[in-house]
């Protein structure tokens, strides 16, 4: 009875054994097949986590090829955008195109013998071109420089205008000697004036020891006038000669008598957009 007792307890310690065994070994293979899924999902080229991969790098790390490929399309962009620029500036002129102002004048009138001028009523116009000989008339210096026989606008005619305008009205900056009323003009300052009204590059620069101006170290130095007019400008006719040529005459009334004192008369040329004086005359009118 005894040994049938022992049996059956021993039977029963190996049947549970067994049994353990069987619930480890299934835990195992559970846990086997479940890194095995992970692990497939993770490599699997048609997961979403696949296709993140081919973008970054397991490290977070941008893709290589990719990048360089961007660079390599902006480095040739940046160089064609800066050769366009080079180009461009290249193209585009560094230096006026102005003609020299040493060059003459080649005005003539005989050119107008035999042609019919227009008579122009255009009040605008008129009082344009006033105001724009009213500058030639009212200045100190201009007259001098003219061409003694033709009365073109030659070099010295400009160089004397730009000097007499900037003292007159453009005097603010420039350095000025109040004991000897001697204003100093550097030369820069009448290249650029030159330039804007007879469209010509000045390229000689002298005294005019005649009229005091002196002219050292590129500087001009003009002792400032301050002499007044008595007459007013008033405009008698304009006339087109040609395509790009004006006659304007004008008489210069005394202020206090009425009485015409001088008559001027002007060929301002058009044919660079912009008005410019190529010939001038003043007459006395006699009493």
């Known amino acids: 009875m005894r040994r049938y007792t022992i049996l059956i307890m021993i039977l029963i310690l190996v049947l549970t054994i067994a049994g ?158 109040a004991e000897s009323f001697t204003l100093y003009i550097p030369k820069e300052y009448v290249i650029q004036k030159v330039e804007k009204v007879f469209l010509r590059k000045l390229d000689v620069f002298k005294s005019y020891e005649e009229l005091e101006i002196g002219y050292i170290d590129d500087t001009y130095s003009v002792n400032v006038e301050d002499g007044v007019w008595d007459v007013e400008l008033e405009l008698t006719k304009v006339e087109k000669l040609g395509d790009f040529t004006y006659r304007v005459t004008g008489q210069l009334v005394s202020t206090g008598s009425g009485r015409v004192k001088e008559e001027v008369q002007a060929i301002i040329d058009e044919s660079q957009n912009g008005h410019v004086m190529v010939n001038y005359h003043v007459e006395t009118i006699e009493e």
């Not at 993770?42 to 961007?70: C, H, L, V, W």
């Not at 160089?79 to 102005?98: G, L, R």
């Not at 040493?102 to 605008?124: K, N, R």
């Not at 200045?139 to 010295?156: A, H, Q």
């Open 20 to 177: 353990c065994k069987e619930s480890v070994s299934g835990d195992v293979y559970d846990k086997g097949e479940t890194e095995t899924v992970e692990q497939e999902s993770t490599i699997n080229p048609e997961s979403t986590d696949g296709e993140n991969a081919d973008i970054e790098s397991p490290d977070g790390e941008e893709n290589t090829e990719e990048t360089e490929s961007t660079s390599e399309e902006e480095s040739n962009e940046s160089q064609d955008n800066q050769e366009t620029s080079t180009d461009d500036t290249m193209e585009t002129p560094t230096e006026d195109t102005y003609p020299s102002a040493s060059e003459p004048v080649s005005f003539d009138y005989a050119e107008l013998e035999g042609m019919e001028p227009l008579e122009i009523t255009d009040q605008t116009l008129i009082d344009e071109l006033e105001s724009y000989l009213y500058d030639f008339y009212f200045n100190y210096y201009f007259e001098y420089g003219l061409e003694e026989e033709t009365g073109n606008v030659g070099i010295d005619a400009m160089t004397l205008f730009a000097l007499s305008y900037i003292m007159q009205y453009e005097y603010s900056e420039l350095d000025f000697d």
